[in-house]
């Protein structure tokens, strides 16, 4: 993160060489004087913050005593002459700019605001040209599998590179790195890079590193609020492929999938409220209200569990064993019912939950998911099924019953999520693909090669008529759908 921040006056005159930098210190991240003003007129020159605390002019060199005097006015109104610490130039004192994406629907979390990968924004454009939408800009995040968080005009994700994993804040607008926080990770060999997502809450942002780290960052200055290392702390094992839940906001605790049933942190100081042992998945925990009690349903290393979101205590379970016990796909929660699948030939079931334990309402092998997680569009799934190495075909299943509806063979799985009617998929190979989200039929939009180079693992996200969407290497895109 630079230092400084500025804001450029230019003369009245149109001098198109008389201009001055003034650049203030970030408190936050730093503790040191205000650094003053830059002229650009004399090239290094300008006033600095004296032993006073006013500030003195160094250089007018090339300036002509009537211009000195103009330039000493306009100074002296552009930078506070008190003693006391420059207040840091924020987005809040820009003017906001046209459409920006300070004012757009939230996307804080993991899957969205509703845990389910849907978007209620409507009014986003469907009618793209042969090569797509439009680049807003482009970002280097490093190696990984962390999808996008938006949040009050910002972007939140995750990579890693050279043996750390970065977390980073962009600019929604501008691409723009605000801020980034570095720490040291393993290495995995095998699928290498971040796995989980950012959470935003308010003026805090949760990550959780492959290799148990957990950190609370300040979300304006990406500064420490805690951090725990939980494998250590809570002696948990690392699953074959490393922890991949994303920290989940569920009121004053921070859920995550990790140990045999779960774990609850503190979302303030990251103590354990409730925690377990064994062996952890790879899901995250989706959190929804059962029989006027908060819940958590986690697809667990061997089962489908709900516990009660406050104590952790298990109100009901399923056993679903997967082949290398890979449940990665979030469960999908309607009512009282929960949707879940499995890659390795597993298949799918809807499984009622309530006080009296869990039962199957059907089950069967039309949808066998793996990385990327289904969704739930009226009375209908759409997901990726697993058809063979490296092919998925995309699927819309009934959910009363599991038929499938339709298929539509090698799609390749990216990731998927849902908006007004359609859904939006990624492919593997890097295309955007707009559907239609109706079980009558396999109907396509619009499709665009969005991603030219690497493989895609990684749903889009659609917030504030911005598509982002990035590869396992860690290109993210931000692509331009606003309506008029």
């Not at 990251?270 to 059962?290: C, E, H, I, Q, R």
């Not at 006080?355 to 998911?369: D, H, I, M, P, T």
């Not at 007004?420 to 295309?431: H, N, Y």
Request: aromatic share 8%; net charge neutral; charged share 20%.
């Amino acid at each position: 993160m630079d230092s400084y921040s500025s804001a450029i006056f230019h003369s009245p005159f149109g001098h198109s060489d008389f201009g001055f930098e003034v650049s203030r210190e970030l408190p936050l991240a730093h503790n040191r004087p205000a650094k003053g003003v830059h002229c650009t007129l004399c090239d290094g020159g300008g006033v600095s913050r004296g032993p006073t605390g006013l500030l003195e002019a160094r250089h007018m060199r090339g300036a002509s005593p009537p211009l000195r005097g103009i330039m000493l006015v306009v100074l002296a109104l552009a930078v506070p002459v008190s003693a006391e610490e420059v207040r840091p130039a924020t987005d809040a004192d820009k003017p906001p700019q046209k459409n920006s994406a300070a004012d757009a629907a939230e996307w804080p979390n993991w899957r969205g605001p509703n845990h389910d990968g849907i978007s209620t924004e409507r009014g986003w454009l469907t009618a793209w040209p042969k090569e797509g939408p439009g680049q807003l800009w482009k970002a280097e995040l490093g190696t990984g599998y962390s999808s996008v968080t938006v949040s009050a005009g910002k972007v939140y994700s995750m990579g890693a590179a050279r043996g750390q994993d970065t977390v980073f804040c962009l600019n929604a607008d501008t691409g723009e790195v605000v801020w980034k926080h570095s720490y040291p990770c393993a290495v995995q060999e095998n699928y290498p890079g971040t796995r989980s997502t950012p959470t935003v809450d308010g003026t805090a942002v949760y990550t959780l590193s492959m290799d148990g780290q957990a950190f609370c960052l300040d979300a304006l200055s990406g500064q420490v609020v805690w951090s725990r290392n939980l494998k250590k702390e809570l002696g948990l094992d690392l699953p074959r492929h490393k922890f991949a839940s994303s920290p989940i906001v569920e009121g004053e605790l921070l859920l995550f999938n990790m140990g045999t049933d779960g774990l609850a942190l503190d979302k303030k100081t990251g103590d354990p409220v409730w925690k377990s042992s064994g062996d952890s998945s790879y899901a995250s925990p989706v959190p929804f209200t059962l029989g006027g009690r908060r819940c958590a349903a986690i697809f667990a290393w061997s089962r489908l569990l709900v516990v009660e979101s406050a104590n952790g205590q298990k109100i009901a379970s399923y056993d679903w064993v997967t082949e290398y016990h890979e449940n990665v796909a979030d469960p999908v929660v309607t009512g009282d019912k929960i949707f879940i699948s499995s890659n390795y030939g597993r298949g799918c079931a809807l499984v009622r939950v309530g006080e009296g334990g869990a039962a199957a309402v059907w089950q069967n092998k039309n949808l066998s998911s793996y990385f990327a997680s289904p969704v739930l569009v009226g009375d209908c799934i759409y997901g990726f099924h697993v058809s063979a190495w490296m092919k998925d075909d995309l699927v819309c299943l009934s959910v009363k019953d599991g038929s499938v509806q339709w298929r539509q063979k090698n799609v390749t799985a990216g990731g998927l999520m849902a908006a007004d009617g359609k859904l939006i998929v990624l492919s593997r190979t890097g295309e955007l693909i707009l559907v239609e989200a109706s079980p009558a039929a396999y109907t396509e939009i619009a499709r665009a090669k969005v991603l030219s180079t690497g493989e895609c693992s990684t749903p889009p996200v659609l917030s504030g008529g911005r598509i982002y969407a990035r590869n396992i290497k860690g290109t993210l895109v931000c692509l331009d759908v606003r309506g008029k």
